[in-house]
């Protein structure tokens, strides 16, 4: 009986032992599977990425790009091919690759004629086009959609959604939206725009002195003759006459000097503010601020339209003592102009967009000039047509002098004389700084560039042209001029670093160095850790404090000390692939994320398929191994030993041995 429960015993080990087994390889391939779909290192969704069609990567589809796309199209199939500039070929092959981002309908290798295409000559007729998720191709056309909105310093940007015209042709028809940004200036609660920018007197935040406003100002001025002014919450603005609290800020029209009193010149300067319709921040005047919407050099882009600002005599009925003279700005609608907001369109004249004017493309131009009148017209090549009529289109960009819309009498001759200079001169770039917008040549004076690592300067000289100007003009041509690799170019450090002395030394000083870097024993580094950061946190809590010691951020479990707070953030040094910390300020606290140094990787959901079904052909294997050694147990079994008559049990033991 003893031996018969011993084996019983081992049979239910056995059985228990297995499913233990069969628990950890199956706990073992959960975790296997999750590791591969779930690592940090996998990116399951395409993110910030350009669009597969746009290989130079600048958010713009260019014709060659559509007409790649198109013969995709007709190909009728395509797969991967890395040996191409876009990474597809036409016909049948490998397709473990992503497939073209313009396949996004169904995702089966081809284009179809009812939206993919059409939806690549939308993005092409757009001009530009942005991420947008919510879309099914995930893209969207122009530069943003609707809600969208981003920060430039301190200038607010909305996004202006208009109906798209394009030539795409959907089955069926599809309307389709394009966004612009639209600079609305400076908004309170938007790009870190407080209450404390606007003017004390503003109390309803809209770059407005209200009449309401400035009579609170000239109330003040008055309460406050013999007693001075001091803080009180209760008020809107948060002051009072009177001599007890001055713990708060003073008013921004206690300016000068600031003694917690408003004289004469202080009210006036609020009545300046207050005729002048609006203000803005200038720090550059004594109380901070600047009459109108802008101040004398300001300038500003909404979209690829160009914003000078105008100056003019402000007429205020403000009484200083003595007089002063103010100046008031406004924003000035220039347009588009090349060289301004990212724009950089060819002349008029170069209808083939290579930056060079041709004897067809001039004698088009002089065709234009002895007919004197010219209107718009869009079924010529140029745009544009002889005679009168319609002037609604912008005008031909040789056409920069006064008369405008007539090439070829008055300074009208100089316009057609700058097109032979751009002609003679073989090739043509954009420069703001001249009328016409543009120079001679492949550069100006000044302009440098990089190719590489060698450094390329612009070589000036006196353009010999056969243009006829009168009075005559000396006009000057650029070209650029191969440097090599130059010290401190280019990122380029040949002696050893970039100091240019050939000594083998990278610096000698610190202004050797860029910004952010010291010059430690000939040799530029991070000039390191500048103060302490700390995490915000409550008074009392238990938090990691980082402190700078010799140079570094040591992290270092203290008590934060109260009213700290997020000033920066902080990112490890690490090697290339290596796993960091990255520090973000979020909502005043320091936290700290894991992240990769190096790029995330695509998932490689062949490997994954393999890993998966590697793991179960083995769970499968085991099931079938401890089948059979059950199986076997159980044949071991005495209860499977038939009973002979006359033979007791101790008998059978022992034939069974």
């Known amino acids: 009986m003893k031996k018969r429960a011993k084996k019983k015993s081992a049979k239910r080990n056995l059985r228990n032992g297995s499913l233990v087994v069969l628990g950890v390889l199956f706990v073992f391939t959960l975790i296997v599977i999750g590791s591969v779909i779930f690592s940090d290192k996998v990116r399951l969704s395409p993110g910030d990425e350009f669009h597969s069609a746009d290989t130079n990567e600048d958010w713009v589809i260019s014709t060659d790009e559509r007409t790649r796309v198109q013969d995709l199209w007709v190909g009728g199939e395509f797969y991967c091919d890395s040996s191409t500039e876009d990474g597809y070929a036409i016909g049948s092959g490998d397709r473990t690759c992503d497939p073209h981002d313009s396949d996004y309908a169904v995702q089966d290798w081809q284009l179809d004629a009812t939206n993919e295409y059409p939806r690549i000559v939308s993005l092409f007729d757009a001009g530009k086009y942005h991420i947008n998720s919510d879309n099914p191709d995930g893209f969207g056309l122009g530069d943003c959609s609707s809600g969208d909105e981003k920060c430039d310093g301190t200038t607010y940007f909305s996004c202006s959604v208009s109906v798209h015209d394009t030539d795409a042709n959907y089955e069926p028809s599809v309307v389709e939206f394009i966004g612009a940004w639209k600079n609305e200036g400076k908004v309170y609660g938007k790009c870190g725009i407080t209450e404390e920018d ?25 309460e406050s003759y013999s007693v001075g002014y001091h803080c009180d ?83 205020t009925k403000a009484n200083y003592d003595p ?7 406004a924003w000035e609608n220039k347009g588009e102009i090349n060289g301004k907001c990212g724009l950089e369109n060819p002349h008029s004249a170069d209808t083939d967009g290579d930056w060079v004017i041709s004897s067809e493309e001039y004698n088009r131009v002089q065709t234009l000039w002895i007919a004197e009148d010219y209107h718009c017209d869009s079924s010529t090549e140029d745009g544009y047509a002889i005679g009168l009529g319609d002037q609604t289109c912008d005008r031909h960009d040789i056409d920069y002098l006064l008369p405008y ?91 050893g670093g970039g100091d240019g002395d050939g000594d083998g030394d990278e610096c000698d000083t610190d202004s050797d160095c860029e910004e952010g870097e010291i010059c430690d024993d000939g040799e530029c580094v991070d000039e390191g850790c500048t103060g302490d950061v700390v995490s915000d946190c409550a008074d009392g809590s238990t938090i990691i404090v980082y402190e700078c010691v010799n140079g570094e951020l040591i992290a270092t479990e203290n008590q934060c000390p109260y009213g700290g707070e997020c000033i920066n953030d902080v990112m ?86």
């Open 405 to 495: 819309w007539e090439i070829g009498t008055g300074p009208g001759a100089n316009e057609y004389a700058r097109a032979r200079s751009l002609f003679d001169a073989g090739s043509y770039h954009i420069n703001p700084d001249n009328l016409d917008g543009f120079g001679l040549g492949d550069c100006s004076s000044g302009d440098e560039k990089c190719d590489g690592t060698n450094y390329f300067s612009c070589s000036i000289s006196v353009h010999d042209t056969e243009a006829k100007y009168t009075p005559d003009i000396v006009e000057y041509i650029g070209a650029w001029v191969n440097q090599g690799q130059v010290n401190g170019k280019c990122g380029y450090s040949g002696d």
């Open 323 to 329: 007089p002063v003279v103010e100046f008031i700005g």
């Open 233 to 315: 919450s209760s008020t809107v603005d948060g002051y009072a006459a009177g001599n007890t609290d001055r713990t708060c800020d003073r008013h921004d029209i206690d300016y000068n000097p600031q003694n917690w009193d408003v004289d004469t010149n202080e009210y006036a300067r609020s009545r300046s503010l207050y005729d002048a319709g609006s203000y803005h921040i200038n720090p550059d005047n004594p109380d901070g601020f600047g009459l109108g919407d802008c101040s004398s050099g300001d300038e500003k882009c909404d979209g690829t339209t160009y914003f000078s600002c105008r100056i003019n005599i402000h007429d």
């Open 572 to 657: 490890e040094d690490c090697a290339d692939g290596s796993t960091i910390v990255t520090y973000e300020c979020v909502g005043g606290e320091l936290i700290a994320t894991g992240n990769d140094c190096e790029e995330p990787e695509e998932t490689n959901w062949g490997v994954v398929i393999a890993i998966i079904v590697g793991v179960v052909v083995v769970l499968i294997i085991l099931v079938v191994i401890l089948f059979v050694i059950l199986s076997k147990g159980k044949s071991l079994s005495p209860t499977s030993v038939i009973k002979k008559p006359g033979t007791s049990p101790t008998t059978k033991v022992k034939n069974l041995k």
């Open 198 to 222: 606007f003017h004390s007197a503003d109390t309803n935040h809209d770059w407005v002195i209200s009449d309401g406003e400035h009579n609170r100002v000239q109330d003040l001025w008055v």
